[in-house]
């Protein structure tokens, strides 16, 4: 299974090996995390030139909420994963561990539906996870499933992440202003839980 590469939530994942501690590593990432706010962003998406040298146009496209929250979901995983690429940390391996943290001893399916992942694509993702150290599966009170929990190293990096995951949505704020960023966040509520 090494080198092979698997389709999870919508990105391309490898597996990864457990890598074993190495203290010049860590301090090379504890410097990436202080830097992150210092490394060179590019703002999503780019202006084209058309025809003619003239910007391309996408005045339809910017009438429409979903092409916007798609837009604004570039913007903001492009700063989340520079900023939490020191950690070897994807969107999706952020949330499985945040939830794991908050509901110890949850099971693989509940994990799934929350996060709307589906079933064929969370089991490789606690794979990786599982490999690097960071959450163990153990039985379930059901015997069907597996009942996840954080290791310390696994709590540890998510810590780290947390910091970092902060200075994301601080960088969100600054783009929008605080009092936009309540709004905001009132507004995709809707659309944060269970439908």
Avoid: C
């Amino acid at each position: 299974m090494s080198g092979q590469k698997r389709r999870l939530g919508g990105g391309v994942m490898t597996p990864r090996a457990k890598v074993k501690s190495d203290p010049d590593r860590k301090d090379a990432s504890k410097n990436a995390i202080n830097d992150a706010p210092k490394r060179a962003r590019k703002d999503l998406p780019a202006t084209a030139i058309g025809q003619g040298g003239q910007p391309v146009s996408i005045k339809g496209l910017t009438r429409l909420s979903g092409y916007l929250i798609r837009q604004a979901q570039l913007w903001v995983f492009h700063d989340f994963n520079q900023r939490l690429a020191p950690l070897d940390l994807r969107p999706a391996q952020y949330s499985v561990l945040s939830v794991t943290r908050e509901n110890p001893g949850l099971s693989q399916m509940a994990l799934s539906q929350v996060l709307g992942i589906a079933r064929s694509a969370i089991v490789p993702l606690l794979d990786v996870l599982e490999a690097r150290g960071l959450l163990t599966r153990g039985p379930a009170v059901d015997r069907r499933s597996h009942a996840l929990s954080l290791t310390a190293e696994g709590r540890d990096l998510l810590a780290k992440a947390d910091v970092l995951v902060q200075q994301n949505e601080q960088f969100m704020i600054e783009r929008i202003g605080r009092s936009h960023h309540a709004e905001l966040l009132q507004i995709l509520a809707v659309f944060g839980g269970p439908n």
